[in-house]
Nanobody, 119 residues
Framework: QVQLVESGGGLVQAGGSLRLSCTAS????????MGWFRQAPGKEREFVAS????????AYADSVKGRFTISRDSAKNTVYLQMDSLKPEDTALYYC????????????WGQGTQVTVSS
């Protein structure tokens, strides 16, 4: 099993920046990709960004393209989400996750880190 721990959330004014981190431990050799998701109050959890381990294939939700950047440090088993030009609608609990081995289905989640953007 892989354990995931997020950090870096906080309160920021609109237009500001935050960098989230997600560090994996345990059976990290099984990781093939890592993704960031978010869930705002009263809304369903939504995809934000993802990166694959082997070829660094990256994907973003349309709502964050051009503002968020996902990257990874394989040596540290850590993925980062640099969030710039933050908007109040980015306010949410942000989770990192890894997919089940051999699939693209994300089923292993961290505990989440809160991001609050004030207007």
């Amino acid at each position: 099993q892989v354990q995931l721990v997020e950090s870096g959330g906080g309160l920021v004014q609109a237009g500001g920046s935050l960098r989230l981190s997600c560090t994996a431990s345990g059976r990290t050799f099984s990781i093939t990709a890592m993704g960031w998701f978010r869930q705002a109050p009263g809304k369903e959890r939504e995809f934000v960004a993802s990166i694959t381990w082997k070829y660094d294939n990256i994907a973003y939700a349309d709502s964050v393209k051009g503002r968020f950047t996902i990257s990874r440090d394989s040596a540290k088993n850590t993925v980062y989400l640099q969030m710039d030009s933050l908007k109040p609608e980015d306010t949410a609990l942000y989770y990192c996750a890894v997919p089940r081995v051999g699939t693209s289905q994300y089923d292993n989640w961290g505990q989440g880190t809160q991001v609050t953007v004030s207007s």
